[in-house]
């Protein structure tokens, strides 16, 4: 099982950047996805999640509004698409398959400052 995120960067308070998450080793189809952070000294917070067909998603109240989460099955790829984005986003970013058990990825680092 291999959950590999990539996408993250440096970027100024108010851009945009799209996170990747390629699943491999598993039956992604079948799974819900979510995005998690962590910033630098505090705890894994929830940021999205997305069901197994892509019909329900959910966000933290933090994101609401700014990010969206998507997922293309025939790719075994899950999106997070970051705008209007803060200082306080800043973080490593992680995906989770919902699965049992489930799979985390390596994280990819996100830095908003001007």
Do not use: H
Not at 71 to 78: E, I, M, Q
Request: glycine share 12%; net charge positive; proline share 4%.
């Amino acid at each position: 099982v291999q959950l590999v995120e990539s996408g993250g960067g440096l970027v100024q308070p108010g851009g945009s950047l799209r996170l990747s998450c390629l699943a491999s080793g598993f039956t992604f189809s079948s799974y819900t996805m979510k995005w998690y952070r962590q910033p630098l000294g505090k705890e894994r917070e929830w940021v999205a999640g997305i069901s197994s067909t892509g019909s329900l998603r959910n966000y933290a109240d933090f994101v609401k509004g700014r990010f969206t989460i998507s997922r293309d099955n025939a790719k075994n790829t899950v999106y997070l698409q970051m705008n209007s984005l803060i200082p306080a986003d800043t973080a490593v970013y992680y995906c989770y398959a919902a699965a049992a058990p489930g799979y985390w990825g390596q994280g990819t680092q996100v830095t908003v400052s001007s």
